[in-house]
């Protein structure tokens, strides 16, 4: 093979020195074959996706708030004659008699609220020992007797300020029972009913629907009406009838037999001779205005 001469380029020495080949290697070699640059094929046009088209949704429709209509307070508890039987009792339970005079058969509590607390549960002495006397709960396990009894031992206070008490009431649980059993007898010569129905009546008719309680609000003191729980009812009903009985009657001739029956049976009627039947509509009153 010939040996390479260098060639200088005609642009002298700045330019760079190229090896020259020989015709005859560039004749064998054949012709030089350009290389075209590899074509790029056209990408696809990129389709531009739409977002998608959010539905409109419904126009919200503002529901207005239920207008709360006043409950009616109902007609006073009477016992209908035939309308609500009273569930029948076990057969270990239905010779069982009050002081061993009135029976529990037929007796019902006609307001669906204080069935289940409002105890009526045959007992022959009403008395349970103060099993419940330790514990704030579970009072309706206690005969609705044995409840109103220890009411009347202590009516307590009336008003917040403990500025009117009970004052000298008889702590023998014995006496009491005593002077119950006898304004029982007074109640049944009298109406002609069973006086353990009579006093379930009374306790339903002075039971409070709502009362007002009081709270802060800025300088002053707001008051609001507020719905009482059955177990609170049942409580408030218990106190109005003892204190209306204490306070009804003191400073009087009247003997504790006679002041219980009558304050029972004025009750039971919802009559306003009643200081418990007073207290109710005097507390709900002030409720109705504070709504």
């Not at 010939?2 to 560039?26: C, F, I, M, N, S």
């Not at 640059?37 to 429709?61: Q, R």
């Not at 002609?192 to 409070?208: D, F, M, S, Y």
């Amino acid at each position: 093979m010939a040996d390479t001469k260098l060639q200088k380029p005609p642009g002298g020495d700045a330019a760079r020195e190229r090896p020259v080949l020989p015709a005859a290697a560039t004749a064998a070699a054949g012709p030089v074959k350009e290389i075209a640059p590899p074509v790029k094929e056209k990408a696809a046009p990129v389709k531009e996706i739409a977002p998608p088209v959010k539905e409109k949704a419904p126009p919200v429709k503002e529901i207005a708030p239920p207008v709360k209509e006043k409950a009616a307070r109902p007609a006073a508890v009477q016992a209908p004659e035939g309308a609500t039987e009273a569930p029948a009792l076990p057969a270990h339970l239905a010779g069982v008699k009050l002081f061993n005079r009135w029976s529990f058969e037929g007796v019902s509590v006609q307001d669906k609220g204080l069935q289940r607390y409002l105890n009526i549960a045959p007992i022959m002495v009403p008395t349970s020992r103060g099993r419940f006397g330790h514990t704030q709960i579970h009072k309706d396990r206690m005969s609705i007797v044995e409840r109103f009894v220890t009411k009347l031992m202590v009516p307590g206070h009336r008003g917040k300020k403990h500025k009117i008490s009970s004052g000298r009431c008889p702590a023998a649980n014995h006496a009491i029972m005593l002077a119950l059993e006898k304004a029982l007898i007074l109640i049944e010569k009298k109406t002609g009913k069973n006086p353990i129905q009579v006093l379930v009546q009374a306790v339903e008719n002075a039971a409070l629907y709502d009362e007002i309680a009081s709270y802060r609000l800025g300088g002053i003191i707001a008051r609001q009406s507020v719905t009482l729980s059955p177990a609170r009812r049942l409580d408030i009903a218990l106190r109005h009838l003892s204190q209306g009985i204490y306070h009804g009657n003191f400073g009087k001739r009247t003997s504790l037999e006679r002041a219980i029956a009558d304050e029972l049976m004025a009750a039971a009627a919802n009559d306003a001779k009643s200081a418990a039947i007073r207290e109710r509509q005097r507390i709900e009153k002030e409720a109705e205005g504070a709504r």
